[in-house]
Structures are given as structure tokens and as C-alpha cells.
């Protein structure tokens, strides 16, 4: 971990374990390769490629389990006995085809060889605190836990040297995930996979590193399986992750003013009109057109020289002005956001409204955990057309960036307004209604899956989903027959 491998004696370290012994290299780049691309590249390992395809074959069908895992696999009833069958099957064959590789690789000792498909070197690229976090989950809860206790009981030991410690980032835990599908083996050759990247790679801007950040068990770099996460979580903003404390309505009492009307402005009865023309406005019942001729309405008529368009802008400019003086993160949704970095839990923010102020807003409340323009981990419904409680609205969130691929009901959705919630639950998405505020639940409203009162909450309920989900996966480990090893 975190190694140039050009230092003896240690560099030499790689060449003195067994030559059936998987290695794994967590660094930011890659170390310690042997010279060329490994003893299967060139013209003849390219000639012998269907040959390849079919020793493969051969060689699982020596395996023990195999031909009993592909009977059941024929007679499976449901596609969750199906998916079961496939996994372990994948596991399986992973394994067997590094021990084979292994045993009749002529070049089992010396420098690394990332690229030989089903080889026992795996090159994991990120930091070396995201990866041990990764590789601890995947043993299990419990040793993931006594992981953590370690490093508090050091933090507290040692302050000064684990002062500039971070947790790793979403894109960092993402990579990992990715590295780890590639160690649990991919189900499909790596030249198909890798000629079919997700969504979430594809949509990525130019230049961001969203391809998968493994070499190696099973392919070149990227071209391993993706590993989906347990879960993913969407989050409104206003309300439930920053408050702008009356930004929008305050704007609009500024633009009375300027045009000569603020002891209208000041009013109670424009108040009370003018945050429920917002409503309207929020809800997609009207646009922001409809939201100024209501606005004129309310100034006793449409102001001389002026235009909706005109008003518009004036209401901008005060908006934009003000955005960072009023916007503010609530208590705990910092820490929240970290906690799901660090977990490796993709997340994104779904919020109605118009998109250059609430990218402002969040930019500031949220500061550098806030999503990079153009990730697409920021949903805006006035920019992807389609504006909360829509179903489709909750369809493209379960697009974003790190979520494609999860069923709905394994993406979370944390909105303090209860109609929104209810449109989550419709879309098949477990929606937690974060209640700081007390509001009253319509009875007409599906029931959503959770109630908070506070991003501590939020995090409780994240927390048992996230303990279950590894609970799960080391039972499934532990039964497949992958765990064995196979006789060849």
C-alpha cells in the first residue's frame, strides 16, 4: 500500500510469497509492473484468443459445483434465486481461473502483471485509507467496525499525526467499489465490458475520472464489473440540507421597493400572496412568468416601463446578490454528507426550482462537498424538465451518478415536504420524511418508509440500512462455494 516499489528491500517484498498467492496494490498509480504487458501478451496470446475462450470452458467444467451450480442456475423459478446463482457463480469462476493462471504461469514470481485476465494481481487505485475502509466491509461488519475502533483509539493516541486526515471522497470510494467488483470477478469477458461502460461513466464531463479504477483479476484497467452499492441516497435542499431564510420572498419585497411600493412590500397581505404564488411557483404549477404577473397583481398593477421579463430580472439580480449572506447549512448535514463519503454511499441532491440560484445556494451552504457543476449529482427541475412529486422526476434521480444501476427501492430519499415524499414512495423509493419542523403528514399521502427530526436521525436510519446490507452480503460470502477452494 502506498508504494513506489523502487526501494530495496522492500520492493523485493512482491516476489517472496507463493506463486498461487493473490497481491493486491493499493496506491494512486501503478508500481513494481514487470517489463512488458506480462507473459500472455503479444500477436500469439491475440492468435490463440478463441483457444483461450475455450480452455476457460474446460477448465470450470473441472471444477467442483460448477455443473451442479448451472443446473439449478436452468431450474431457478425467480429472478432473485437467478441473480443469487449468478453471483456465486461468478465468484466461483473467478477464483478457479486464478488458480489455474497462477499454477502455469512460467512468470509466477517477480514484478506485478495487471493485465492478464484472470491472473492473481489486482491493482486498486486510490488512497490507501479508502481501500482498507473497502476491503474491510467486504470481510465483514464486524471487522469493519473494530477497523473504525482502531483508528478513533489512534486519532486519540496520536493528534498531531492524524491531523490531516480525511475521509476519502465520493469519487475515491466510488473508485474502490469499482476496484473490489474487480477482485469478486466479472461476469462477462473484459473486451464486452469494457465496449459498454455505464451511464454513469458515459454522462460523466469531460476529463472527470469515472472509469473503473481496476487492473488486473479480471481484465485491463476498466474493465471490470461494476460493484453496485448497497444503496444510494437523494436529498431535497431547501429545508432539509441548508435553509436560504426567506431569500426568495425577502428578493421580491427588495423589488417593491425599487419600484416605489415598499410599505407594500412590508405587508402582511403581500406576504402571505407572494409566498404562496411561490408555492405555486416551487410545485410546477406556474413558472416564474406567471410568478411576476402575480407579483404585479399585488403591487396594484403592472409598474410603468416595466415587463414580467423585466421584474424577473430585477428579482434575480437581488436573489443572486443575496445568496450567499442568507444561505446556510442545517446542523448536521455536513457531518451527514462526510459519513456518506467516507461509507462510499453515492448521493445526490434533487431540488425543484430555477438552476443558477440553487447552485449557488447549495455551492456556498455546502461548500466543497457540494456537487461539481456537470457531475450530475445536482438535479434541478427547471433544468432536466421535470419537477417534484412527477414520477418521472424520481426516475431520473435513480439516474444520477453512482445510482444507476439499483432497483428504486434501494435508493433512499430524505424531503421535508410530504408530498414529495409520497411521490418517492410511489416511484418505489424509500422515502424518509425529515420532519425538524413538525409538520403534520397528509393523510392522503402514502406513508413513507421513515420519519426524521434530525440529520442524526437520518444518519441512524442510513447507518442500520448500511449494517444490514454488509450483514447480508458477508451470509452470502460465507455460503457461496466460491469460499473453497476449487480442485481443479
Not at 411561490?278 to 399585488?298: I, P
Not at 454511499?345 to 426550482?353: H, V
Request: net charge negative; glycine share 8%; proline share 6%.
Amino acid at each position: 500500500m502506498g508504494t513506489s516499489l523502487t526501494v530495496q528491500p522492500f520492493a523485493s517484498l512482491i516476489e517472496r510469497v507463493g506463486k498461487n498467492c493473490p497481491r493486491v496494490l493499493i496506491n494512486m498509480h501503478s508500481a513494481g509492473e514487470a517489463d512488458g504487458t506480462g507473459a500472455d501478451s503479444g500477436d500469439e496470446d491475440d492468435d490463440n484468443e478463441e483457444e483461450d475462450e475455450e480452455s476457460e470452458e474446460k477448465i470450470l467444467a473441472r471444477a467442483p459445483l460448477w455443473s451442479q451450480l448451472q443446473r439449478q442456475l436452468k431450474e431457478a423459478s425467480s429472478s432473485s434465486e437467478r441473480q443469487a446463482l449468478e453471483a456465486k457463480m461468478a465468484a466461483l469462476r473467478q477464483v478457479v481461473l486464478q488458480l489455474h493462471h497462477a499454477r502455469n504461469n512460467n512468470e509466477s514470481r517477480g514484478g506485478f502483471d495487471f493485465h492478464r485476465r484472470g491472473g492473481r494481481d489486482l491493482f486498486v487505485q486510490g488512497e490507501c485509507d479508502a481501500g482498507v475502509r473497502a476491503f474491510a466491509r467486504l470481510i465483514g461488519v464486524d471487522f469493519a467496525k473494530r477497523l473504525e475502533e482502531l483508528v478513533r483509539e489512534d486519532a486519540l493516541a496520536h493528534p498531531k499525526a492524524t491531523a490531516d486526515k480525511h475521509p476519502p471522497s465520493q469519487e475515491e470510494a466510488r473508485k474502490i467499489a469499482e476496484a473490489i467488483a474487480g477482485a469478486a470477478g466479472a461476469t462477462k469477458p473484459a473486451e464486452s465490458v469494457a465496449a459498454a461502460p455505464s451511464s454513469a461513466a458515459a454522462s460523466a464531463p469531460s476529463g472527470s475520472s469515472s472509469s473503473s479504477a481496476v487492473s488486473g483479476a479480471d481484465g485491463t484497467a476498466g474493465a471490470a464489473t461494476k460493484l453496485l452499492p448497497p444503496f444510494a441516497v437523494g436529498f431535497d435542499f431547501d429545508h432539509t440540507l441548508g435553509l436560504d431564510h426567506g431569500l426568495e420572498i425577502g428578493a421580491l419585497k427588495l423589488v417593491a421597493r425599487d419600484l416605489g411600493h415598499a410599505e407594500v412590500g412590508e405587508s402582511e397581505k403581500f406576504t402571505t400572496s407572494m409566498t404562496h404564488a411561490l408555492k405555486e411557483f416551487r410545485e410546477g404549477h406556474s413558472d416564474q412568468t406567471e410568478l411576476m404577473r402575480h407579483l404585479a397583481t399585488a403591487l396594484g398593477g403592472m409598474p410603468p416601463r416595466e415587463s414580467p421579463e423585466s421584474l424577473r430580472d430585477k428579482w434575480h439580480r437581488h436573489c443572486f446578490a443575496w445568496a450567499e449572506e442568507k444561505t446556510t447549512p442545517l446542523p448536521g448535514a455536513l457531518d451527514l454528507l462526510r459519513w456518506l463519503n467516507t461509507e462510499g454511499i453515492p448521493w445526490a441532491i434533487f431540488t425543484n426550482g430555477w438552476c443558477p440560484l440553487q447552485q449557488k445556494k447549495i455551492a456556498h451552504a455546502l461548500g466543497s462537498l457540494a456537487p461539481e457543476e456537470g457531475d450530475g449529482r445536482l438535479l434541478v427541475s427547471d433544468q432536466i424538465g421535470a419537477i417534484k412529486p412527477a414520477l418521472e422526476a424520481f426516475r431520473l434521480l435513480c439516474r444520477a451518478p453512482g445510482f444507476d444501476g439499483l432497483p428504486p427501492e434501494r435508493v433512499y430519499y430524505v424531503e421535508d415536504n410530504p408530498s414529495n415524499c409520497g411521490g418517492a414512495t410511489r416511484a418505489g423509493l424509500k422515502a424518509v420524511f425529515y420532519d425538524a419542523e413538525e409538520v403534520k403528514y397528509p393523510a392522503g399521502e402514502p406513508k413513507p418508509a421513515h420519519v426524521a427530526h434530525s440529520h442524526a436521525e437520518v444518519k441512524e436510519i442510513l447507518s442500520k440500512a448500511l449494517s444490514s446490507a454488509a450483514a447480508s452480503s458477508s451470509s452470502s460470502a460465507a455460503s457461496a462455494p466460491a469460499q473453497a477452494t476449487p480442485k481443479l
